[in-house]
T-cell receptor, first 115, second 115 residues
């Protein structure tokens, strides 16, 4: 099946640090990538959708200046959490799809802990 | 508000039995339907997708779609303890969310298969 690689898998850092998470589609070209966040025992919440070469579309309530998304190529999207604070601690998961209506394949997620 | 509804469970079945997971969705224009499995602390894994009315079988899994009733289900035959996880129903439709191609997830049904 389609493989999506997400890195790093676990980050622990101090409050105020910026953290970059990478999402790569390894065996297909992903025109669309998605970024989700999941708090413990809650459902996945979509943060933003990014299409290669264009600006990301953010969901209501997600600060675009805090969560910077770049989708510069068909195989790579990055999410940068700027000036992270403890309330940003969560499980961040990316997914990639060949086109917007095709199945999304998920990366393994990044567990972010801000001290 | 467009919604995807699932019974949160837990659904408990004995090993070897058929597990039946159900999902309803509110937008009649929904086009694509997906079942994901999520183990605790892990990211979702695609199990099945279905686009047309009827049944779709893949190994021990059968997805059933009834667009008239706005209902999609997942059957797991010969359930194994390793099938114990949370099963997420997800829907893509033109009227969901702010972006084309958004997956809208249900909150998931927790399945427990007892040896």
């Amino acid at each position: 099946g389609a493989v999506v690689s997400q890195h790093p898998s676990w980050v622990i850092c101090k409050s105020g640090t910026s953290v970059k998470i990478e999402c790569r589609s390894l065996d297909f070209q992903a025109t669309t990538m998605f970024w989700y966040r999941q708090f413990p025992k809650q459902s996945l919440m979509l943060m933003a959708t990014s299409n290669e070469g264009s600006k990301a579309t953010y969901e209501q309530g997600v600060e675009k200046d805090k969560f910077l998304i770049n989708h510069a190529s068909l195989t790579l999207s990055t999410l940068t959490v700027t000036s992270a604070h403890p309330e940003d601690s969560s499980f961040y998961i990316c997914s990639a799809a060949w086109t917007s209506n095709q199945p999304q394949h998920f990366g393994d997620g990044t567990r972010l802990s801000i001290l | 508000q467009k919604e995807v509804e699932q019974n949160s469970g837990p659904l408990s079945v004995p090993e070897g039995a058929i597990a039946s997971l159900n999902c309803t969705y509110s937008d009649r224009g929904s086009q694509s339907f997906f079942w994901y499995r999520q183990y605790s602390g892990k990211s979702p894994e695609l199990i099945m997708f279905i686009y047309s009315n009827g049944d779709k079988e893949d190994g021990r899994f059968t997805a059933q779609l009834n667009k008239a009733s706005q209902y999609v289900s997942l059957l797991i035959r010969d359930s194994q303890p390793s099938d114990s996880a949370t099963y997420l129903c997800a829907v893509i439709g033109p009227n969901y969310g702010g972006s084309q191609g958004n997956l809208i997830f249900g909150k998931g049904t927790k399945l427990s298969v007892k040896p």
